[in-house]
């Protein structure tokens, strides 16, 4: 939105591109004659910026924590089936619960982080998230998976929550949209590993040292949050007001049409994705009759894809393309290969054997890499005065909408990639209708854009 002359304090800390936030807020004072003037930062933002790297690394574990939670279990899903005697479409709503627990637990721990700090939210829920991945391991029945599955997503949404608030507090404009490729690059390592871990897993031992695993990490990534991630959000700059108020100011984001544009685009093109994290474990493995090994392979394949178009966007067209014309061409992407799966497994083409459709699922999930991190970034672009409930709603929404997603992907059986096609179609075509009808990018310029210009355009 254009500057319209307002003071820094009237953009509620709306600050220019490449600049940091912590560079926004110093007041100058005067040094000796000709010396630079000293200047004088927040100290958490500071002390957060002065160990860039390593912040980088831990909000990319945080970041990269629920796709381990949910893909290194994936190619065990077979195993859960014939080890607990459920049906696929039960043992899939172990999936959905987690997806259920991230989707809800932002909610409640985005308007938290805006009260009481970034830190205290993010330990509590990473100690409650390595007490009940343990429980996991040692769940007897399906039904109490499903259980703990649920407290661990609710337990997981606080690092998903956080580390984009902790993002929008260091960052604005174009460097935020690039850090948050950064991030991609950092957590698209877990989808490739995760899968082939999950695999060298099961050779060893059973699905239930999957769990094990994830309890080890979640243990060490606590530890590393308590020791090095500083706070990033001052308390003046906290709201002090409770549910009431959280509930006022998320009214106030879903009333802003062209957040929410982002928001449900965002949310639709994950439910897509995650349509293909939760069925092709049985479509790769029981219909085209691949092993865990060789579907763990063409998993890590799809993901660096994805990581690889998300850092063509960020170290090449952020800055120099518009933003929303690579959003909306990632969402064409999509939509054309959603289109292309249907067609392939609905018998169009004739048999089609997995060659393809592999190579149109890589389509896909690379086109992630340019709709995911633009629409992250345009929607908190917006939300300066609210990260955390902000960042809580594009989670929530992405989570819930995948939700729905995930179980429909197996009501007809195992037998067929068809519902798995239609949802990703019908979720791209939704994506690609949010965008249109409510951001409408033809009709002005996204903050974004404006901030890539240089100086004095």
């Not at 703990?148 to 260091?170: K, P, T």
Request: aromatic share 6%; net charge positive.
């Amino acid at each position: 939105m254009p500057d319209g002359g307002q003071t820094t304090e009237g953009r509620k800390g709306h600050i220019p591109s490449g600049r940091r936030l912590s560079e926004e807020v110093p007041a100058q004072r005067p040094g000796p004659a000709g010396a630079p003037s000293a200047t004088h930062t927040t100290p958490p933002v500071a002390a957060a910026r002065g160990v860039g790297l390593l912040v980088t690394l831990v909000l990319g574990g945080l970041t990269a924590l629920p796709p381990l939670s949910m893909d290194m279990y994936l190619p065990a899903l077979p195993e859960v089936t014939r080890a607990l005697n459920s049906p696929a479409a039960t043992v899939q709503i172990t999936l959905t619960a987690c997806l259920t627990g991230m989707a809800l637990g932002q909610i409640v721990v985005g308007p938290m982080s805006d009260k009481w700090g970034r830190r205290k939210p993010l330990l509590l829920g990473m100690v409650v998230y390595v007490l009940a991945t343990a429980i996991c391991a040692l769940a007897p029945t399906t039904e109490l998976l499903i259980g703990f599955r649920l407290l661990q997503g609710l337990a997981g949404a606080a690092g998903i929550v956080i580390s984009r608030a902790v993002v929008r507090d260091l960052y604005d404009g174009v460097e935020m949209a690039r850090f948050f490729s950064t991030l991609m690059l950092i957590s698209g390592v877990a989808p490739v590993i995760a899968p082939v871990l999950g695999g060298q897993v099961l050779r060893l031992t059973d699905w239930r040292g999957i769990f094990v695993v994830l309890t080890v990490i979640g243990a060490l990534l606590t530890l590393v949050v308590w020791k090095f991630l500083h706070e990033t959000l001052p308390p003046e700059k906290r709201h002090s007001g409770g549910v009431g108020e959280a509930l006022r100011t998320m009214r106030g984001l879903v009333a802003d049409r062209v957040f929410t544009g982002y928001m449900l685009a965002g949310g639709l093109a994950f439910a897509a994705l995650f349509a293909y994290v939760s069925a092709s474990p049985f479509v790769v493995q029981e219909i085209y009759g691949a092993s865990p090994q060789t579907f763990s392979l063409l998993f890590g394949v799809n993901s660096i894809g994805l990581i690889a178009v998300g850092q063509i966007n960020g170290k090449v067209l952020v800055g120099r393309v518009s933003m929303d014309r690579v959003l909306g061409f990632g969402l064409v992407v999509i939509t054309l290969a959603g289109l292309a799966l249907l067609l392939m497994t609905s018998g169009v083409f004739g048999t089609v054997g997995l060659f393809p459709v592999a190579a149109a699922l890589f389509v896909l999930m690379s086109a992630m890499g340019l709709a995911m991190p633009n629409t992250n970034a345009q929607a908190l672009m917006r939300t300066p005065h609210a990260a955390g409930s902000a960042s809580a709603l594009i989670g929530t929404s992405s989570f819930l909408i995948g939700a729905i997603a995930s179980p429909l992907v197996g009501i007809a059986g195992e037998e067929t990639a068809v519902p798995m096609a239609v949802v990703q179609l019908v979720c791209a075509v939704g994506a690609v209708a949010c965008f249109l009808g409510l951001v409408r990018p033809w009709q002005h310029q996204r903050p974004m854009e404006q901030h890539a210009q240089p100086a004095g355009a």
